[in-house]
C-alpha cells in the first residue's frame, strides 16, 4: 500500500520547510530510510529520510518550495500501484531566487573547550602573564606560550626578559610593522539570514515572556584538567575526549538529580521530562544552531564526544539529521575558546533552564592562606522563574560541581 510523505517538524517553532532538492526521482526504487529529499530551515539544511521502502510514484511539490508542516510532499508505493495525489496545501510565494537554492554549506565550530591552534587574533594569555607583561612593556606576540594550547603564561613572559628577546627596540620595531592602517568604508547593507531572523524571534519571545534569572558559581578544574590528560593517554587521536564532553556528561547527572530544572511549562503545570537530552549550541555562519545529545545521563564520555563530533561534521556539511537538532530537554552553551571569564545565556524555550560555560583557566587562588596558581571555570545557569527558584538552581550547581570537581565519579 502506498504511503505518503510529509514535511517533518523539526523543533517546536518550525511552521514550514524549504524544499530545497529532490534526491530521488519519480521511478527510482528507495529503501526505508534513503535519502529522499534536502530542506532547508530556519535552522539548517537536512535531509528528508523515507519512511517506507517501494517505487518513488509521485513527486507532490516542486523544487524550490516552501512546504508546511505536515504537508505532503511525496508518495512511495509499489511498481504500478495507482494513487490519487492527497491535496497539498497552497504553497507560499517563494522569495527571490537567492532564498531558494540551497546555502553555502557551513562551518561548524562545536561550542566547546577546545584552545583555537590559529595564529591569528589575540594572544592566548593568563591575566597574570599580560600583567607582568604590560609592566615590562613586553609584545605577548614575541612569546612562545607553554601553557595549554599555547597559552603564555607568567614563566614564558619572566623567561623571554631573562634571555633579552623582547628588548624594547624589537617590540617597538615589532608594534611599528603591525600597526594596522586605518581606513575607512562606506556603510555596508548586510541582509539576515532566516537563521538570524528565527534566532531574533525565539530570543525576544524568550525575554520578554520568560523571567530569567540567574545563578553563577566558580569550579576548581585541577582534578578534571588532570583526568582528562589520562584518559586521552589511552585513546587515538580522533577519539580525544574534550573538557566539553565532561561538562555535559557531569550536566546530565545533575539533572537527573532536579528533574525540576530537566523541564518545561505548559500552562498551569511542570513536565519534568524523562529523558535527559542536553543541547550543545554550535556556532555556524550567520547564527547558532543546537544539536542534542540523547540520553545524555546513560552515555558513556566516549559516547557523547563521538556523537558530538559526528553531528558538528553533518552540520559542516550541510547535512544534518532530524534528530540531530530535536529533542533537547536542558541546553548549554560553552564559549571557553574564547578565553571568556563569563557570560550569561537566554533560556531556549520550551526548555526551563541553560547553561552558560566559561573558559577553564589558570588563575591566582587562595589555599590555606597561600597564593599559588589554579584551575578555575564559571559557569552560569539562566531559569525560567516561573519553574524553579534561586535556591533549587544553587543546589544544582553545588551538584554539578561535585561531579566537575571529582570526575572520577562520571568514570564509574
Not at 557523547?304 to 530537554?329: L, N, Q
Amino acid at each position: 500500500m502506498a504511503e505518503t510523505i510529509s514535511m517533518p517538524k523539526l523543533g517546536f517553532d518550525m511552521a514550514e520547510g524549504l524544499l530545497v532538492r529532490w534526491v530521488k526521482q519519480v521511478g527510482e526504487n528507495i529503501n526505508k530510510g534513503d535519502i529522499l529529499a534536502e530542506i532547508e530551515t530556519d535552522k539548517a539544511t537536512v535531509e528528508v529520510e523515507s519512511s517506507a521502502s517501494g517505487v518513488v510514484l509521485q513527486l507532490i511539490v516542486d523544487q524550490g518550495t516552501m512546504v508546511p508542516v505536515n504537508a505532503p510532499i511525496a508518495i512511495v508505493g509499489a511498481a504500478g500501484e495507482k494513487v490519487d495525489a492527497p491535496a497539498a496545501s497552497a504553497p507560499k510565494a517563494e522569495t527571490p531566487k537567492a532564498e531558494a537554492a540551497p546555502q553555502t554549506q557551513p562551518t561548524t565550530a562545536p561550542v566547546a573547550q577546545a584552545v583555537s591552534s590559529a595564529s591569528s587574533g589575540p594572544v592566548k594569555a593568563s591575566p597574570l602573564a599580560k600583567k607582568v607583561a604590560k609592566d615590562n612593556n613586553v609584545n605577548l606576540a614575541n612569546v612562545q606560550g607553554t601553557g595549554p594550547g599555547g597559552r603564555v603564561v607568567r614563566k614564558d613572559v619572566e623567561a623571554a626578559l631573562s634571555s633579552g628577546s623582547t628588548s624594547s627596540a624589537q617590540r617597538s620595531a615589532v608594534t611599528a610593522v603591525s600597526s594596522p592602517v586605518i581606513v575607512s568604508h562606506d556603510d555596508k547593507v548586510v541582509p539576515t539570514t532566516k537563521l538570524r531572523q528565527a534566532i531574533g524571534r525565539r530570543l525576544v519571545e524568550s525575554k520578554t515572556t520568560i523571567p530569567h534569572f540567574y545563578v553563577t558559581r566558580e569550579f576548581k578544574m585541577e582534578a578534571l584538567m588532570d583526568t582528562r590528560k589520562q584518559v586521552n593517554s589511552f585513546v587515538a587521536d580522533n577519539e580525544k575526549i574534550s573538557v566539553n564532553d565532561f561538562i555535559l556528561k557531569a550536566v546530565a547527572l545533575s539533572l537527573r538529580q532536579f528533574p525540576n530544572l530537566n523541564a518545561t511549562l505548559k500552562g498551569n503545570e511542570i513536565i519534568q521530562f524523562g529523558h535527559v537530552n542536553v543541547g550543545v549550541a554550535v556556532t555556524v555562519p550567520g547564527g547558532l544552531m543546537t544539536v542534542v545529545v540523547k540520553d545524555t545521563d546513560q552515555k558513556t564520555l566516549r559516547q557523547i564526544s563521538g556523537e558530538v563530533k559526528a553531528m558538528a561534521a553533518r552540520a559542516r556539511d550541510g547535512k544534518v539529521k532530524p534528530e540531530d537538532v530535536d529533542g533537547s530537554t536542558f541546553s548549554t552553551s560553552n564559549l571557553g575558546m574564547y578565553d571568556v571569564e563569563e557570560f550569561i545565556a537566554i533560556v531556549n524555550p520550551p526548555e526551563a533552564a541553560i547553561l552558560a560555560i566559561s573558559s577553564a583557566r589558570e588563575v591566582p587562588v587562595i589555599e590555606n592562606g597561600q597564593v599559588k596558581a589554579g584551575w578555575r571555570m564559571k559557569a552560569t545557569i539562566s531559569v525560567d522563574h516561573r519553574v524553579s527558584d534561586g535556591a533549587e538552581a544553587a543546589q544544582f550547581m553545588q551538584a554539578l560541581a561535585s561531579f566537575l570537581e571529582n570526575p572520577i565519579r562520571m568514570l564509574v
